[in-house]
């Protein structure tokens, strides 16, 4: 759900004490010590999107740049994530960055994050850069789309990268539901406009899947959310204004430090 950023920021600046209490009540510490000498950082892609996305806001570049489909749910959904997996875990995490797919910084970095996928549009040198970061081992997560016509657009430009490869569905048993936090199904968490009406889905996309691309050894390249907003359930975790919204919070949170984590550790 695309907000002002301002609202974002004030949310979390005079909402942390309530965040501490009330979040962590619901998204138990769970083996705090584990995973010593790892790292992650938060890497959010920017990407280029179809003609007409990005409103531009009469020539507000600050503003422009928030309106922007790669940077929805930011810097407030990845400010939060990586103070979450900090204060559960003895990950060692960096700074959250944002990156182009060209940048020559990519390779340093084991996880990408790519907000509304059915608005990317790849060129030609970015679909073989990809493919050689997630075929070196990284891990490219893609979250907040919904319905048919977002996932036909979503496969269009991963086709691109992996023509050879299939989509799969991961699903329980599927070790990704208990590295961390156990989990007994794929949650579908509703963006913020659509739990204030009354409903978890968007788009048609009425029923949530972890879908992904595997490597030659069975690992995930590609963690695909779909029909979920887990950006938007971070990204609202502080806000008392919506204190329903907590229990989304606590299955976002639950589920994207379970991906961070297995992608760390496979």
């Known amino acids: 759900m695309r907000q002002p950023r301002w609202v974002a920021t004030i949310s979390l600046l005079v909402a942390v004490v309530w965040l501490a209490s009330e979040v962590s009540a619901q998204i138990p510490v769970v083996g705090g010590d584990k995973f010593q000498g790892l790292k992650w950082t938060f890497v959010r892609i920017k990407y280029g999107s179809y003609p007409g996305e990005g409103t531009g806001n009469g020539g507000n570049s ?7 489909p790669w940077a929805i749910d930011a810097p407030a959904a ?14 060692e995490v960096g700074e959250p960055q944002v990156l182009n797919l060209e940048d020559e910084q990519l390779f340093q970095y084991p996880w990408l994050y790519i907000v509304e996928p059915s608005n990317l549009v790849l060129s ?19 979250d907040d789309f919904h319905g048919p016509y977002e996932w036909d657009l979503t496969v269009r430009q991963l086709q691109r990268v992996f023509p050879d490869r299939q989509i799969v569905e991961i699903a329980p048993p599927h070790p990704i539901y208990t590295c961390f936090y156990r989990l007994e199904k794929y949650p579908q ?23 992904g691309i595997l490597d ?5 390249m590609v963690l695909i959310n779909w ?8 990204e ?11 229990k989304w919070t606590a299955q ?12 760390l550790t496979h």
């Open 62 to 68: 600050q503003l422009a740049y928030w309106d922007d």
């Open 78 to 91: 990845e400010q939060n994530l990586s103070r979450r997996i900090k204060s559960v875990t003895a990950i």
């Open 124 to 142: 030609e040198k970015e679909v073989t850069i990809l493919r050689e970061f997630l075929l070196r081992g990284g891990t490219l997560t893609m």
């Open 189 to 211: 968490i509703p963006g913020l406009g659509s739990f204030l009406s009354g409903r978890t889905w968007e788009k048609g996309g009425f029923v949530a899947r972890l879908r």
């Open 216 to 220: 030659d050894a069975g690992r995930p």
């Open 227 to 234: 029909n979920t907003d887990m950006g938007d359930g971070v």
């Open 236 to 246: 609202w975790s502080n806000a008392q204004e919506y204190p329903g919204y907590i």
């Open 252 to 263: 976002a949170y639950q589920m994207l430090i379970n991906e961070v984590i297995y992608t």
